[in-house]
């Protein structure tokens, strides 16, 4: 069968998968990371075709308007921006392609050989209010350990910060030398 | 649902296509006279000085990793709105003690002047608790 819609989901499959050979062979970071944000925007397209509204939703919400801007960040803070070799040189080829292709082999191996559970008939509902109610009824256990988690997260992050490796008060945090 | 996203993708491509559009007419339209003041960078009306390149305040970093932590929070959220009012009293408390772990955690960096931007605590005198 072809129509629009799989015409749709194979340019975005190309774009997620373009993008992110993009993000591996672009020399300078930057663009990489813009690149990554085309192949996170793609992914929550191929979300929408499994369905998974909330989870597309959340992809653009969390990936491209969050991780993405903490990646940036993190080039942004490099003391080496000045630096051209800030952009990342192509090293250990055959040692890469060597461990790429046994991932490679592992990942088709088990996507060919894993029986999916396939609807006969795809009907694309909504599902936010489904995981609503299972995430107050019976994954309530996990929802609230998610909060313990992010909490964790969040002191760890502040303390990581801090100057002298988490011992130093935030306040003498230095300025960046210009 | 999928008609729905078909809406959101045609919104995504008008947009590429009226940017790529603008830009290119005034491309043709615009007269080309280029002077280095011109050229020049536009820094609110300053003279531009030193590289964009420079080391950012660590303090972005944080706020960024904090803001990412409560984006995460809000978006477990999401499904909880929707059917909070169907689930009546125990889902809004169990939403309750979800928040309130979390905002134990941002009184905490609070607190500790993690959130200071201006380095005023320097000079003032020892927080309680503290030599």
Known sequence: MTGPADIIFYLLAAMTVGAAIL???????VYSAIALLFSFAGVAGLYVYLSADFLAATQVLIYVGGILILILFAVFLSN??????????????????????????????????????????????????????????RYLLPFEVASVLLLAALIGAAMLSRPDGGRGRPAEMEEPKR | MLTEFATVLVFIVLGAVTVTLMLFVSRLLQPRNPTPVKLSTYECGEVPFGSSWVQFNI???????????????????????????????????????????????????????DLDWVRTMQEAPARKGEK
């Open chain 1, 23 to 29: 993000v591996a062979i672009l020399p300078n970071i």
């Open chain 1, 80 to 137: 080496r921006i000045s630096d051209v070799k800030i952009s990342n040189p192509s090293r250990f080829h055959w040692q890469a392609a060597f461990i790429c292709l046994g991932l490679f082999g592992i990942l088709s191996y088990t996507a060919v050989s894993t029986a999916f559970p396939v609807k006969a008939v795809l009907s694309y509902q909504p599902t936010t209010s489904e995981i609503g109610e299972l995430l107050m009824t």
């Open chain 2, 59 to 113: 303090r972005f970093y944080v706020i960024a990793l904090i803001f990412i932590i409560f984006d995460v929070e809000v978006a477990l959220l999401y499904p909880w709105a929707v059917v909070f009012q169907k689930l009546g009293l125990l889902a809004f408390v169990e939403a309750f003690i979800f928040i309130v772990i979390l905002l134990a955690g941002l009184a905490y960096l609070w607190k500790e002047g």
